[in-house]
Nanobody, 120 residues
Framework: QVQLVESGGGLVQPGGSLRLSCAAS????????MGWYRQAPGKRRELVAT???????NYADSVEGRFTVSTDNAKNTVYLQMNHLKPEDTAVYYC??????????????WGQGTQVTVSS
């Protein structure tokens, strides 16, 4: 059973920084990709940043240059370093992991979410 445990959310002032972590346990097959999504009140969940096989990076335009996604493959952990935070970054941030299976299909898992609030 794959489980994702997130940490690092909280309250920060505009211009500040936070680092989110997400550790995946129970992974028995290879990981295709890891990343972060977010959902603000009244809005749809949106992609923030992902890393997929071959270290292909994908960032939302709104966070490009401010956020950095990285992984520690030995620990099955994905990080999101968030700098120069803005009030519009306020949302619940969800970790996402996609795992390859022997049947050549992929399975997707989500963390429980961690609140990030940017406010003075």
């Amino acid at each position: 059973q794959v489980q994702l445990v997130e940490s690092g959310g909280g309250l920060v002032q505009p211009g500040g920084s936070l680092r989110l972590s997400c550790a995946a346990s129970g992974v028995t097959f290879t990981i295709y990709g890891m990343g972060w999504y977010r959902q603000a009140p009244g809005k749809r969940r949106e992609l923030v940043a992902t890393i997929t096989e071959g270290d292909t990076l994908n960032y939302a335009d709104s966070v490009e240059g401010r956020f950095t996604v990285s992984t520690d493959n030995a620990k099955n952990t994905v990080y999101l370093q968030m700098n120069h935070l803005k009030p519009e970054d306020t949302a619940v941030y969800y970790c996402n992991v996609i795992i390859n299976t022997p049947s050549q299909m992929r399975r997707e898992y989500w963390g429980q979410g961690t609140q990030v609030t940017v406010s003075s």
